[in-house]
Every structure is written in structure tokens, then in C-alpha cells.
């Protein structure tokens, strides 16, 4: 098993990993859209924030030995449904190539008032290492 982080401060506080890896499978956690300091990208743009939320957890999936080819599910969590295009259309930029299962769920709320999006990815990778 292979875990890697994020570096960000609610991995040591909720105690989780970014993303792990077991065999194949990699398993990415709730991702949000945030830079390298942690500061959240894309206020206010459903758009901006699915498209770095993607980036941020395609980056996860790399750094365990995967790629954008090999996500084979996305959960995509927003906190309001009637954005979802913009939402989608940051997914198919993204996975249109790949077109992996998908679900997408309003939820209330997330874990800042400032996040509109939260997404997660499972990617099997052919070879284990």
C-alpha cells in the first residue's frame, strides 16, 4: 500500500491521505480547489474551482504511478446543482476522452463557505506496483 498527501492542514487534523494506493486501485479523497499555499482558486467560478479541483486530484493519481486514462469513476460535490454545466464542462475538458462513471450530488455544505466544489477519483491502474 502506497499513501501519498497533499501537504495541506486537514489531513494531519481529520487524519487522512490524499490519495492511496493498493495493487491497481487508487483511491483519491474529497479534493478541493486550492493552490500550492492553500488558498482556494476560483471564488465565486464553479467552472475554475471543478476544473483545479480535477487537476488536484489527476495530480494525485500521477504521483501514485496513474494517469488521467485510467480514472475509472468521478464524484463531483456542489453546492449548487443549478451550476452543474459549469461543473461538467471542466469534467468532459478533463475525462470527455475517458469517460468514466460519474455522479454528481448537491450537498449543503462544505468544508469552507468559499468552496463550491469537492471532487474524488478511483483509477485502476493495469500493472500494480
Not at 455522479?103 to 500494480?128: K, S, Y
Amino acid at each position: 500500500m502506497k499513501r501519498i498527501g497533499s501537504g495541506g492542514p486537514w489531513e494531519d487534523i481529520v487524519g487522512y491521505s490524499r490519495a492511496v494506493r493498493v495493487g491497481a486501485h487508487i483511491v483519491v479523497a474529497g479534493t478541493t480547489a486550492t493552490d500550492e499555499s492553500g488558498n482556494v482558486v476560483g471564488v465565486g467560478d464553479a467552472y475554475a474551482q471543478a476544473r483545479r479541483a480535477f487537476e488536484n486530484a489527476l495530480a494525485a493519481v500521477r504521483a501514485l504511478g496513474g494517469g488521467v486514462e485510467h480514472v475509472v469513476r468521478t464524484r463531483m460535490y456542489v453546492t449548487d446543482a443549478s451550476r452543474w454545466q459549469e461543473v461538467g464542462r471542466a469534467h468532459s475538458e478533463l475525462f470527455g476522452h475517458v469517460r468514466p462513471a460519474a455522479t454528481l450530488v448537491e450537498v449543503r455544505a462544505l468544508v469552507a463557505p468559499e468552496l463550491l466544489v469537492e471532487v474524488e477519483l478511483d483509477a485502476i491502474v493495469a500493472e500494480p506496483t
